[in-house]
């Protein structure tokens, strides 16, 4: 895909805190295609994590050295987990941006899981709040702000959204109970939401990107045992881990007029991994 065929229009990418991370390689593809991009971050949640923090300045230039001529940046935080902090992130983004077209919702608790026998109340409520409750009402303050339910739909003005789950259909998840749980309601609620937007002119896409290696694979930033697994994709047909720009270039063309057909999926983009 060549040119600026998001020239004009509008992004906003959670979780894009980290440059090894898929929302800084989304929110930088976004950009490459001529859009205005806000991204979210919330850096309390990486330094928890064994990757850590990464250096915000460092991603905020990486993503504005991305960016076509004239096209705004704008660079948000808050902690998702406060229910109040959606509909605040999608307002400011509008008014930075000048109004917003597409919202990729990247964000994601993760760790602080275990096994079913190990699951409490404040285990599955933490994910669900980040992971699903936000996801929904993010989608719902943008599609409130979009457009009226009465307005006739403009195939030329088709607003986007896209939500991301980790694959829970292709296999079990041990050890990540709360989180599995979070991202397949995510998955199994699609169809239902992308129905209701269609009223608003919306398109909503789900992407599965399969495994992809932000960090966790890597064996000083691993969060969990990666011999076995990297000895399994070793010999699998592409011989890797999916990459964050695997996950941006399909949905940088998601955002595009060239998906104007598409609604209501899960996707899956995983390079094969799952028909092994």
């Known amino acids: 895909m060549t040119g600026a065929p998001l020239a004009g229009r509008a992004a906003l990418v959670t979780g894009a805190s980290r440059r090894r991370g898929i929302g ?17 971050h919330h850096s309390a949640h990486d330094a928890d994590q064994p990757w850590g923090a990464d250096d915000l300045d460092a991603v905020r230039a990486g993503i504005r050295a991305a960016l076509h001529p004239g096209a705004r940046f704008a660079d948000l935080s808050g ?7 959606p509909s605040r992130l999608v307002d400011e983004a509008r008014n930075a941006l000048g109004g917003l077209d597409v919202l990729v919702c990247n964000q994601a608790r993760s760790g602080s899981d275990g096994t079913l026998l190990e699951m409490t109340p404040e285990l599955l409520d933490g994910h669900w709040a980040v992971n699903t409750r936000a996801t929904l009402l993010l989608t719902r303050r943008f599609a ?13 003005r088709l607003g986007r959204v896209v ?21 397949a309601a995510l998955a199994g609620v699609t169809a239902t939401v992308a129905r209701a937007l269609l009223d608003r002119g919306m398109l909503l896409t789900t992407v599965n990107p399969g495994p992809v290696n932000t960090g966790y694979l890597d064996p000083e930033t691993a969060d969990r045992p990666v011999d076995d697994i990297r000895a399994w994709v070793a010999g699998t047909p592409l011989g890797r881990f999916g990459t964050p720009d695997d996950v941006a270039r399909l949905i940088g063309w998601l955002a595009t007029d060239d998906a104007r057909w598409i609604t209501g999926r899960v996707i899956t983009s995983d390079g094969g991994l799952s028909l092994l």
Do not use: C
Request: a negative charge.
């Open 24 to 40: 800084f390689a989304v929110a930088r593809r976004l950009a490459e295609l001529g859009a205005n991009v806000a991204i979210h």
């Open 79 to 85: 902690d998702l987990a406060d229910a109040a902090v």
């Open 144 to 156: 409130e702000t979009y457009a009226a339910a009465d307005t006739p739909v403009d195939e030329n």
């Open 163 to 183: 939500w991301m789950t980790s694959g829970q259909q292709d296999g079990p998840m041990p050890g990540e109970v709360a989180y599995a749980t979070s991202k």
